[in-house]
């Protein structure tokens, strides 16, 4: 079992719809929890760090963390074609950080 | 505001060959990583630094060295290169809060790796 899981995609919407992005990690013990954006072939930049349970709100992106189950969401509102990238969630444990595969979204104008 | 450094940007090797992957931060954080990332597999964590001076394995370390200079500075080596390594190469560095979180990785613009 992988210590972080996405659903590869690629996930469509229409333009304006919200995107829900969905992770999951194994181990309850991680402490720390970010969500990246990566367009073709450039490197990962931040989107969203979240660190307890519950929901944080930046712009147009909402994080939610649950750690009873075990998942950290992504919901962006008002989709845009230019978000229209990969997005990898990461997971802090013990000095690293272990990344999913990432969830490809096309944004649809 | 440079962030997280890497060079080269692009290479090309032959089978057998070595080279350094150079990478360095300014932000004063203690944590440096190297990974790679091949199509569809992600992410792939190959060595970090948790501070200068100490260095650990990832999840691929096969084939590679690295060095943690000094604060700023963590190279990684490829000895004799293989064209399974042919890969995108990130560098990553992070700070840390206390016990209990740490500070988002930033990363460099990575180095596109041919190997023939």
């Known amino acids: 079992q992988k210590e972080v899981e996405q659903n590869s995609g690629p996930l469509s919407v229409p333009e304006g719809a919200i995107a829900s992005l969905n992770c999951t990690y194994s181990d309850r013990g991680s402490q720390s929890f970010f969500w990246y954006r990566q367009y073709s072939g450039k490197s990962p930049e931040l989107i969203m760090s979240i660190y307890s349970n519950g929901d944080k709100e930046d712009g147009r992106f909402t994080a939610q963390l649950n750690k009873a189950s075990q998942y950290v969401s992504l919901l962006i509102r008002d989709s845009q074609p230019s978000d229209s990238a990969t997005y990898l969630c990461?997971?802090?444990?013990?000095?690293?950080?272990?990344f999913g595969s990432g969830t490809k979204l096309n944004v649809k104008p | 505001n440079a962030g997280v450094t890497q060079t080269p940007k692009f290479q090309v090797l032959k089978t057998g060959q070595s080279m350094t992957l150079q990478c360095a931060q300014d932000m004063n954080h203690n944590s440096m990583y190297w990974y790679r990332q091949d199509p569809g597999m992600g992410l792939r964590l190959i060595y970090y630094?948790?501070?200068?001076?100490?260095?650990d394995k990832g999840e691929v370390p096969n084939g590679y060295n690295v060095s943690r200079l000094n604060k700023r500075e963590f190279s990684l080596r490829l000895e004799s290169a293989a064209p399974s390594q042919t890969s995108v190469y990130f560098c990553?560095?992070?700070?840390?809060?206390?016990?209990?979180?740490?500070?988002?990785?930033?990363f460099g613009d990575g180095t596109r790796l041919s190997i023939l």
């Open positions: 990461a997971v802090y444990n013990f000095n690293k950080f272990y």
């Open positions: 990553a560095s992070s700070g840390l809060w206390g016990n209990l979180a740490n500070q988002p990785q930033h």
């Open positions: 630094s948790a501070s200068e001076g100490t260095t």
